[in-house]
Nanobody, 122 residues
Framework: QVQLVESGGGLVQPGGSLRLSCAASGLDYYAIGWLRQAPGREREGISC?????GFIDSVKGRFTISKDNAANTVYLQINNLKPEDTAIYYCAATTYGSGWSCGEAFSRMEYWGKGTLVFVSS
């Protein structure tokens, strides 16, 4: 059974940091990554990892993705949080692909977690 379980969200003050976790099980993925959806906005991709293609879209501004293979867990470190970062953050994965960028992978994700809410407010 495929499972992607996110954790680590919560209420944080502007300027704070969070580390989100995604525990993955039951799948051999081509790419795994983080996306978010803010209220009233379209879902957007943040960062992803594809070990089969050997790339990691590791640092994008305030966002850093990393992976613990032993724990089958993918992390998203978010620093200097801003109110506009308020969103539900999803972990998602796809089992197929070749030569894709993260942008291409985001539009083809097959499996999704239920999301974790990040709320940035003073």
């Amino acid at each position: 059974q495929v499972q992607l379980v996110e954790s680590g969200g919560g209420l944080v003050q502007p300027g704070g940091s969070l580390r989100l976790s995604c525990a993955a099980s039951g799948l051999d993925y081509y790419a795994i990554g983080w996306l978010r959806q803010a209220p009233g906005r379209e879902r957007e991709g943040i960062s992803c990892i594809s070990e089969k293609d050997g790339f990691i879209d590791s640092v994008k501004g305030r966002f850093t993705i990393s992976k613990d293979n032993a724990a089958n867990t993918v992390y998203l470190q978010i620093n200097n949080l801003k109110p506009e970062d308020t969103a539900i953050y999803y972990c998602a994965a796809t089992t197929y692909g070749s030569g894709w960028s993260c942008g291409e992978a985001f539009s083809r994700m097959e499996y999704w977690g239920k999301g974790t809410l990040v709320f940035v407010s003073s």
